[in-house]
């Protein structure tokens, strides 16, 4: 696995992205403060740096890079791993009555027997992360522990 990191502010990134790791098995892991939604460029260049990629990421209200709390950045983490297979699965989820059938149907629509972890994204307010994370590890289809 090679990792790398990055932090857009002020208008330009901290150093040149490292787009040589761009591949079908390269997560990017996207940390932004609310203000880029309205200026997406970092993102933008993002995703022409690393067309094969995959791009996952939220808003935060402070970005982490190493020892470093940030604000008013974003913070991308470059992960290019050996071997894994990486897919995405996008539900909306706005409701905790909701919670058991979207996580059910990303749960099924995940399981694979080389399964070895799922990464979940949610928002930080109506919904519980510990509910989330029951929800999909309880299904006994599931092969991942």
């Known amino acids: 696995m090679r990792i790398a990191t990055a932090v857009f502010a002020d208008g330009h990134w901290s150093c040149a992205l490292p787009c040589h790791m761009d591949s079908e098995r390269t997560l990017l892991l996207v940390f932004s403060a609310p203000l880029y939604f309205a200026n997406n460029a970092p993102f933008r260049e993002l995703a022409d740096a690393f067309p094969r990629s995959l791009m996952l990421g939220c808003s935060s209200a402070g970005?982490?890079?190493?020892e470093k709390i940030l604000d008013g950045?974003?913070?991308?983490?470059?992960?290019q791993f050996e071997k894994a297979h990486l897919r995405q699965v996008t539900r909306a989820v706005s409701t905790a009555a909701d919670l058991a059938v979207e996580c059910e149907q990303m749960a099924r629509a995940l399981d694979a027997p080389d399964l070895a972890g799922i990464l979940v994204l949610s928002g930080g307010v109506g919904l519980?992360?510990?509910?989330?994370?029951?929800?999909?590890?309880l299904r006994p289809w599931l092969r991942a522990a």
Do not use: H, T, W
């Open 63 to 66: 970005e982490i890079l190493g």
């Open 128 to 137: 519980n992360g510990s509910d989330v994370a029951r929800v999909i590890m």
């Open 73 to 79: 950045s974003v913070v991308v983490g470059v992960v």
